[in-house]
Nanobody
Framework: QVQLVESGGGLVQPGGSLRLSCVAS????????MGWYRQGSGKERELVAS???????NYADSVKGRFTISRDNAKNTVYLQMNSLKPEDTALYYC?????????????WGQGTQVTVSS
């Protein structure tokens, strides 16, 4: 069973930075794509950023230019560098991994790490 463990969340002031990490229990190269989602209080879960096996990235408009997703295959880890944080970035951030097996998409989630942006 795949396990994804997030870390790096916390309380930060507006304009500050955090780096989230997601460590997978197996090789992340087995996944078609990995990403970060977030869910704020009273809101639906939304995609923040994703990265494919080949390294192609995709970002939500709200974080473009501020967040960067990257991966280290040797460490089975995906990162989310978050700069210029805003109060509206406050949410529970989840790591996600997808892979296709015989045309079926298998989706995995971590438990989440809380990010709070407040002065």
């Amino acid at each position: 069973q795949v396990q994804l463990v997030e870390s790096g969340g916390g309380l930060v002031q507006p304009g500050g930075s955090l780096r989230l990490s997601c460590v997978a229990s197996g090789s992340i190269f087995s996944f078609d794509a990995m990403g970060w989602y977030r869910q704020g209080s009273g809101k639906e879960r939304e995609l923040v950023a994703s990265i494919t096996r080949s390294g192609a990235t995709n970002y939500a408009d709200s974080v473009k230019g501020r967040f960067t997703i990257s991966r280290d295959n040797a460490k089975n880890t995906v990162y989310l560098q978050m700069n210029s944080l805003k109060p509206e970035d406050t949410a529970l951030y989840y790591c996600n991994a997808d892979r296709t097996v015989f045309s079926n998409i298998q989706r995995y989630w971590g438990q989440g790490t809380q990010v709070t942006v407040s002065s």
